[in-house]
């Protein structure tokens, strides 16, 4: 199964980081190639809590549902896609200096849709771009 595993460091609590990240509306603000999120069906930091999704990956749109798995304050927040592309999201911080670092990583499964038209190894090294720009991101926004 591909993955990606990508991490930063930033200059907030790691209670800040995974609240910034548990409220998966900000998505779309650090993760490029997600367009939108919504349908929000109550507190995303409770497992099992819904929402629905638009990806870009390697140019082809996909939709799906996604819902929370674990929400541990100040440590963890994961979440997996249900359809569309089936994928687990996991964020964690841990406390680095005076700041976090912050670690993602995603495990996916390549839709159906995407294998026609483009070629496995090429969507895995665009994946593990628009990771390293996803916590390039959050640097940004987390260090302002």
Avoid at 34 to 63: C, H, N, R, Y
Avoid at 105 to 128: A, C, F, H, I, S
Wanted: glycine share 10%; no cysteine.
């Amino acid at each position: 199964m591909p993955n990606v595993n990508k991490s930063v460091t930033v200059s907030r609590s790691p209670a800040e980081v995974i609240e910034y990240i548990a409220d998966v509306s900000n998505h779309p603000a650090f993760i490029g190639p997600l367009k939108t999120v919504a349908g929000l069906s109550g507190d995303p930091q409770k497992p099992g809590t819904s929402w629905t999704w638009v990806f870009v990956m390697a140019g082809v749109e996909i939709s799906g549902d996604a819902e929370t798995v674990r929400y541990e304050p100040g440590r963890l927040f994961s979440y997996r896609t249900t359809s569309g592309a089936l994928s687990t999201f996991e964020y964690s911080a841990e406390a680095q200096g005076d700041g976090a670092k912050v670690t993602i990583k995603v495990e996916y499964t390549m839709p159906d849709t995407l294998l026609g038209k483009v070629q496995g190894p090429v969507v895995e090294r665009l994946n593990d771009l628009d990771g390293q720009r996803a916590v390039d991101n959050l640097k940004v926004i987390l260090d302002a």
